[in-house]
Structure formats: structure tokens, C-alpha cells
């Protein structure tokens, strides 16, 4: 009960491996950190890609090297579309990824996949992983271990920590997520906060069937199953867990523990 495998499909996230088939599906937060300290992450150009400064220039990663986009032409179509291109003359530089003047990356360890656009002012704190045709929009504050799957949002004056999101994730506008796991196709509204600290301290325990389920975890935010969303302003108390296709409506409060498979919340 409560493995991953009731909650997402994996068959597409390429980092599947940060979930243990045979454990409850937060303790993949607790993976989170040796998963991605141990992943091979590209070198980075320091004289391109200062540390802790915001980035002079558009810099654009392709093949496995980083240059500048001074002589190149960037159309900025619908990134998880694959809209996302970079000509070198009439040559498009296929997967190219952009990180657009005025990021600012903190640390050494950054893995952009195909398709990528870091937008102007998005604060990013390593380690930070993030697939083919995201998009961390300006304003974004990515805290560190930050996992990202395919054509992902990370929005506009969003904080996010300590998290995973599997593909599709769409998180555009003013969330706050900590300590929590998206599944496929996801989507939040504008406002969205995921609370992950009790008032009162101690472990996050879950109540299910009569059953208390220690975490284990002093914070757990949220844990949403493929398909779930929630309205604009939507709530989640410290340890919420939603199966597939819940739905949380707008200025709305969800209560901790475990919510079945399309439960609406109003």
C-alpha cells in the first residue's frame, strides 16, 4: 500500500529509479538526495555561467557544450510543445536549450535535457534536473534538488524545494512546493501552497482505515497521483496524499492523510 506504482505510471519518467518499488512512496524525498548527488551532471562554463551572478548574456547548451547566442536565432514558440529553436544561419541546432540573460545559477551541479528555457530572473540552486521541453519561468526560486521530468512548468514566482515532478507537471503561477511529489500530468492554479511543517513538530504521521502510518519525515508537503489538480489558492495540510485524478477546488483547504482516486475536494 501506498507504493508509487499506485500513484504514477513510470514507464515514461526517466528517473523512475528515485522510487523503490517495495516502499511507501515519500521515502523517494528521502532518495531524492543521493539520487541526484550521484548523477552525472555536464560541466559547466564558468567563464559563460557565473556562480551566484546573474548570466550577462544568453547561453545556449547544445551537444554536450555551452555558447554564447550572440550570432544565433532564437525563436521562443511553446517550449513544451517543442516550440523552443535555435538557428546557427539556416542550421537549426536541434535540442537546443536556453538560458536567457539574467538567470542565475548557485552551485555546480545543472542538467538540462532537450528543449529547455530557463527564463530571465529564475534563481536556480543546485543541484537542479530538468528534462526535454521544460520551462522555469522568470521569477522561479528553485532551492535546490529540484527533479523535473518532460515538458514541465516551474512558474512564474513559484518556490520549490526538496521535490519531484514526473512528466506534464504544470505549475505556472505563484506556488509554493515543498518536500512533495507531482505526478504525470498535474496541473495547479495560480496560488497553489503545499505546507509541509506542523505547528507542533514531530514526524508527519498519516491516518488511513483506523491505521496511523508514521512518514518517518519532519516535513512531507504534498503527494498528487497522475492526473490530479488543483484550483486557484488551493491548500494542502503537511502530509497530504491524493491518488489519481483528485480534483482540489479553488480557495480550498485539503486535510492531511490520504484522499482515494478521484475524490473531489470543495
Known amino acids: 500500500m501506498f507504493s508509487a506504482t499506485d500513484f504514477f505510471d513510470l514507464r515514461e519518467f526517466s528517473h523512475a529509479a528515485v522510487f523503490a518499488s517495495d516502499a511507501p512512496v515519500w521515502q523517494a524525498l528521502g532518495a531524492l538526495k543521493s539520487y541526484m548527488d550521484g548523477y552525472d551532471y555536464p560541466a559547466l562554463d564558468r567563464g559563460l555561467l557565473p556562480d551566484g551572478r546573474p548570466l550577462p548574456e544568453t547561453v545556449i547548451f547544445h551537444d554536450g557544450r555551452w555558447r554564447l547566442a550572440t550570432d544565433l536565432t532564437i525563436e521562443y514558440g511553446d517550449t ?20 536567457m540573460a539574467g538567470a542565475v545559477l548557485v552551485g555546480e551541479h545543472f542538467a538540462f535535457g532537450r528543449g529547455v528555457l530557463v527564463e530571465s530572473q529564475a534563481m536556480l540552486k543546485a543541484p537542479v534536473i530538468c528534462d526535454d521541453c521544460s520551462e522555469i519561468r522568470q521569477g522561479a526560486y528553485l532551492r535546490g534538488y529540484c527533479l523535473a521530468g518532460k515538458r514541465c512548468v516551474l512558474g512564474h514566482a513559484t518556490e520549490i524545494k526538496n521535490s519531484i515532478f514526473l512528466n506534464d507537471v504544470k505549475a505556472g503561477h505563484f506556488a509554493y512546493l515543498g518536500d512533495s511529489i507531482l505526478g504525470n500530468d498535474c496541473n495547479l492554479g495560480a496560488g497553489t501552497k503545499f505546507a509541509n511543517l506542523r505547528f ?34 488551493a491548500v494542502t495540510s503537511p502530509g497530504t496524499i491524493f491518488g489519481r485524478e483528485c480534483m482540489l477546488f479553488p480557495n480550498t483547504t485539503a486535510a492531511s492523510g490520504f484522499h482515494p482516486d478521484r475524490k473531489i475536494i470543495r
Open 80 to 99: 513544451n510543445k517543442g516550440g523552443l529553436a535555435v538557428f546557427d544561419g539556416g542550421r537549426r541546432l536541434d535540442g537546443a536549450s536556453v538560458l
Open 200 to 233: 507542533i513538530g514531530g514526524n508527519i504521521v498519516l491516518r488511513h482505515e483506523r491505521q496511523l502510518f508514521d512518514t518517518g519525515r519532519r516535513k512531507l508537503g504534498a503527494i498528487l497521483g497522475d492526473g490530479s489538480q488543483t484550483g486557484c489558492n
